[in-house]
């Protein structure tokens, strides 16, 4: 059969998205590249045993980081982000980054730079290194919602290779109307792309609605649909000082639960893996 031009056009297009979607069933997959783990399970199989590093976010994916206001999202953000960088550090107890010479990038949409500035400060800080050539940070607070994906993606296309881990701190302020279902809904799918374009993971911080632990409006249900691993931050109960982090759903094994608090330097630090022991 004959095909029209613009036909032609689609025919090939639809080639190539069909070779780069399809799965083998029956091809071996491996074990997902993790960006971030906390802990280790003992996986058996008929092929034999491998102690396996449990997954906080792998890369090719998106995360979501969600809270009430105030709960120290952005110290929890910074104490994730100083593990990618070193890979292990004291401050970060047992989360460990597996950065492999990546690099990451980290957004904030929501402080003015003197805040901003001290966020990715405490970031360096905690993570040790000497040489941060690959950390690039940038306070969006200026931008308008379109502008800042849009400077997102020339990072990740045009500005930097190789990057491991986005981390966006305030994705509500990448939208005009978090109940907007058609514009939230489009730049989930963007963020989607994004991630599998360029192999890295995206980390995205948002609140929780008040009184309850669902994220913002129909941006935060479309993200819960989509996360790999929704992580939830809460106020514990039992000892005012620290922050409980759950694993609230996961598509791999579920990372434990664990408490930080900030400590007399004014950085976060992981509390003995302490959490709230009524919930």
Sequence with gaps: MRLSDKEQTEYVLMEAIEQDCYINPKEKIEYPPVALSLGEKLIKTAQGDSLLPIPICTFGNLSTVQAPPKTKKTFFVSLLASAFLSGKNHFAGEIKGHRKNKSLLHIDTEQGKWHASRAFKRTIDMSGLS?????????????????????????LNYKFENIGLCIIDGVADMVSDVNNLQECNLLVQKIMQLSALYNCHIMLVIHSNFGTDKPTGHLGSLLEKKAETQIQLEANTVNKEFVTVKCKRSRNFPFETFSFKINELNLPEVANNLYDPLK
Excluded: W
């Excluded at 308008?144 to 993606?153: G, L, N, T, V």
């Design 131 to 155: 040489n941060v050539d690959c950390y690039y940070t940038y306070a969006l607070r200026s931008l308008d919602h379109q502008e800042r994906i849009q400077f997102i993606e020339y990072c």
